[in-house]
């Protein structure tokens, strides 16, 4: 009894620990997020609460001169598009794999595999080259087409999925006339809705937060997304951290939303899709 009493609180000292960990950084900015310029100026600490709760001077200010609406509006236009494509191509490619039968299959799921493992920045020189030479540089149609390209973790989630499926499912509606098309549309991508759903959220949290590619293919200030209009608080606000600080909130705010809301289909995605 008194080790499992020592080891479960070292576990919940823990789990406090890393809880800490997380919530402190998030706190520092809530509380500079409502302090003002002069309490800033004043060397206000970090974890001193402001004079006012209530002061939503700084939002206003990061979401009228940061432009933030126009931001969202171009976040929510890739993120529409990008996604739409990633859930389309990756449960195909899915579909393709396990119900296909087709000469060097495990060798374009091998080099698909090696190709996954080599990191983005190395090959963007050559990405960079071919989204310009296609026209697509400085429009948002770069990071769409870029962001459609289907990672690893999105195929095995549909994969492990689709291999759920009976196979006699499939063998029913070729006996009724059904082309591979036709199963996949009415029999296969129905009943990947939980899969699909831990992609969306996967794959929307990391298109969302993403800045390397926005900030890379759209140098344009009216195509700023979320991160770049964020990282654009750098110039006439470079000091003014209370201004930064909420146009931060503003970014996070809706990602924690979305994910506290809808976390339960991300670990019933993975678990369902592990013991499937």
Partial sequence: MTRRSVARTLVYLSLIAATALVLLPLGVVLLTSLKSSKEMANGSGALSLPDSLFNVDNYVTAFQDGRMLSAFANTAIILIVAIGGTVLIGSMTAYAIDRFTFRFKKLVVALFLIAALVPGVTTQVATFQIVNSFGLFDSLWAPIAL???????????????????????????????????????????????????????????????????????????DLGVISTSLFRFRGPYGAHWEVISAGAVLVILPTLIVFLSLQRFIYNGFMRGATR
Avoid: C, H, W
Wanted: net charge neutral.
């Fill in 147 to 221: 962001y459609m390209g289907t990672d690893i973790v999105s195929i095995y989630i549909f994969l492990q999925f689709v291999r759920s499926i009976p196979i006699s499912l499939d063998e029913s509606a070729r006996l009724e006339g059904a082309n591979a098309f036709t199963i996949y549309r009415k029999i296969i991508f129905p009943l990947l809705k939980p899969a699909i759903a831990t992609v969306v959220i996967v794959k929307g949290i990391t298109v969302y937060n993403d800045f390397y590619i926005p900030f890379l293919y759209l140098p344009s200030e």
